[in-house]
């Protein structure tokens, strides 16, 4: 593909199976100047999978917005650079929000590729229904406002979608337990991996078997809608 002057090319990348990244992605990535990357070493895995060696800086959280303006100017000066995040598509819960915005402001043009989302990995595996749906992002840490989130999730009419830590998911689940033990939830782990997993059921049955068997790796947290239709029951 023609890879266009002063451009910036927001690159999804897979979230866990490095086969999934697309086929454009891969040309963008080997056709740009420079690759802006939320974790260098991180992405230099993916790259090295491919044979792909570029340039490669990094761009995340602590100096995005320096890195930004950096990077701004090689493009107003007709340099080409794709973004990747360490996994998915950038700003879903990642950096790039902000570059992406500075990037509109200064009249940067920008392509964005889609490819592989936990989000809605999770949401079809789960086997909720899917034509509409809230993605709430990481839960809170305090605790007090993730039993917040969880009870506006419980009372929802769609099925929402939450990231969450290893290490905060059993007392998450326990939560859930309590506020609704019968409501349907589904946790979904180590997405596109060898270990992939979806654990279905009532939150008290779900909550039960990783108290049990403590879960390790990214974790995806589906809940249902408050009014499930029969044939998702």
Not at 125 to 147: I, N, T
Not at 168 to 173: D, I, V, W
Not at 199 to 219: L, N, Q, T
């Amino acid at each position: 593909m023609e890879i266009l002057p002063s451009t910036l090319y927001v690159v999804a990348t897979p979230i866990g199976n490095l086969g999934d990244l697309t086929f454009r992605a891969k040309e963008v990535l080997e056709g740009v100047d420079v690759i802006a990357c939320e974790d260098t070493r991180h992405s230099q895995r993916l790259l090295a999978h491919y044979e792909i060696r570029k340039p490669l800086v990094s761009l995340h959280q602590h100096n995005e917005a320096m890195r930004s303006a950096q990077l701004i100017q090689d493009l107003a000066a007709g340099r080409t650079v794709a973004y990747i995040s360490d996994a998915g598509t950038p700003g879903v819960s990642d950096p790039g929000q902000r570059f992406v915005q500075a990037c509109l402001r200064a009249g940067i043009r920008i392509d964005v590729l889609p490819g592989a989302s936990a989000v809605t990995t999770a949401l079809i595996g789960s086997g909720f229904p899917a034509d509409a749906f809230h993605f709430g992002g990481f839960l809170p840490v305090k605790s007090g406002q993730r039993e917040k989130a969880l009870t506006a999730a419980l009372t929802r009419d769609e099925t929402t979608v939450f990231f969450e830590s290893p290490h905060r998911l059993e007392t998450t689940l326990e939560l859930l337990a309590r506020l609704a033990p019968e409501h349907p939830i589904c946790v979904a782990r180590e997405l596109t991996k060898k270990f992939e997993e979806f654990r279905r059921g009532p939150a008290a049955e779900v909550a039960a078997h990783y108290k049990a068997h403590p879960a390790k790796g990214e974790i995806c947290l589906v809940l249902g809608g408050q009014d499930m239709p029969k044939w998702a029951r």
